[in-house]
């Protein structure tokens, strides 16, 4: 069965859970907003990690306890104005107009075996839709079939909003709300290998690079439709419901490194640039960090700089 829109939408009743959480949650945080900043540095969760497979319930344990991130004045880690000027300026911005930042946390995160309890959990969110986006990452395979997932980000009512997934035999494909296309990518050799995909609303238009080359583009990627707030990001794994219902099948095995998201379209020659290690920047939706990525179930962590 494939995974897609007809295998992974068939199941209603995961959605109407994830909307009936979220409204919980959205209570939750408007009452108990003076919890936001402990949850950025804590960690009080770490024991459920041992011996807890049980997805669902510990993710919904997750959306009350820690980042899950909703608008509001102090909800998050951008702020509004900044927010502003990037969907204002969504395509193709140069180098030259963002500040290049300080080398980043050097470390990798590492999936032993396909489970459905190792998972990295980002905790960071959208707090507004966005209309363009690019992802990359330093990614190294695991034995096959297939990578699995490396990265999902799912939303109230869509499980796969933003989905990088090579299940099985075919292709790594890129998602959006759900519609697929394939990836002409192949990173399956084992070795360290640097990938961005870019997306756009406008026209649904998408481009996939590996090491700092383009491989392909296209268009008519869910056209028009924006990338929902609030939800959340997950590394290692791809959800069936808001933040779990995992599934050993279509796990990541293998390594990351250095994943880092915006909220435009980066130029080829920024993508370039960071491939070939000539310059560094951060992502303004998600940043590669030790704080911001917390591990569970086993997920390795060692030091690691893909540009040493």
């Not at 109407?16 to 919980?24: E, L, Q, R, V």
């Not at 011996?51 to 909800?75: F, K």
């Not at 569970?296 to 690691?304: A, E, I, R």
Request: aromatic share 8%; proline share 5%; net charge negative.
């Amino acid at each position: 069965m494939h995974h897609t829109a007809a295998a992974l939408s068939s199941s209603p009743n995961h959605h109407d859970d994830s909307d009936h959480h979220d409204d919980g949650h959205h209570e939750d945080h408007d009452d108990d907003g003076h919890h936001d900043d402990s949850h950025h540095d804590d960690h009080p969760d770490d024991h459920h990690d041992d011996g807890q497979h049980d997805n669902e319930a510990d993710s919904h344990g997750y959306l009350q306890r820690t980042g899950y991130r909703i608008p509001g004045p102090r909800a998050g880690l951008h702020s509004n104005n900044k927010l502003d000027s990037l969907l204002n300026n969504l395509h193709h911005t140069g180098t030259n107009s963002r500040k290049k930042t300080k080398t980043p946390d050097a470390f990798q995160i590492g999936f032993p075996m396909r489970t459905n309890y190792m998972y990295g959990k980002v905790k960071m969110t959208l707090l507004h839709e966005i209309f363009a986006l690019t992802l990359c990452l330093w990614i190294k395979g695991g034995a096959g079939p297939g990578l699995g997932t490396p990265f999902s980000y799912s939303v109230p009512g869509q499980a796969n909003e933003l989905v990088l997934i090579e299940w099985g035999n075919n292709p790594m494909e890129l998602l959006v709300d759900d519609k697929a296309v394939t990836l002409p990518l192949s990173i399956s050799d084992g070795k360290w290998h640097h990938v961005c995909v870019t997306w756009s609303t406008r026209d649904g238009e998408w481009e996939a690079y590996q090491d700092g080359v383009k491989r392909g583009s296209g268009e008519n990627l869910s056209a028009w439709h924006p990338i929902k707030p609030g939800g959340v990001f997950i590394l290692g794994q791809e959800q069936d419901t808001l933040g779990g219902r995992f599934d050993a099948t279509q796990a990541f095995m293998g390594d990351i490194s250095d994943l880092q998201m915006w909220a435009n379209v980066l130029t080829a020659h920024d993508i370039y640039s960071l491939a070939s290690c000539n310059s560094h920047l951060s992502g303004d939706v998600i940043t590669w960090s030790e704080n911001v990525v917390e591990l569970h179930g086993g997920v390795t962590k060692y030091p690691f700089d893909p540009c040493h």
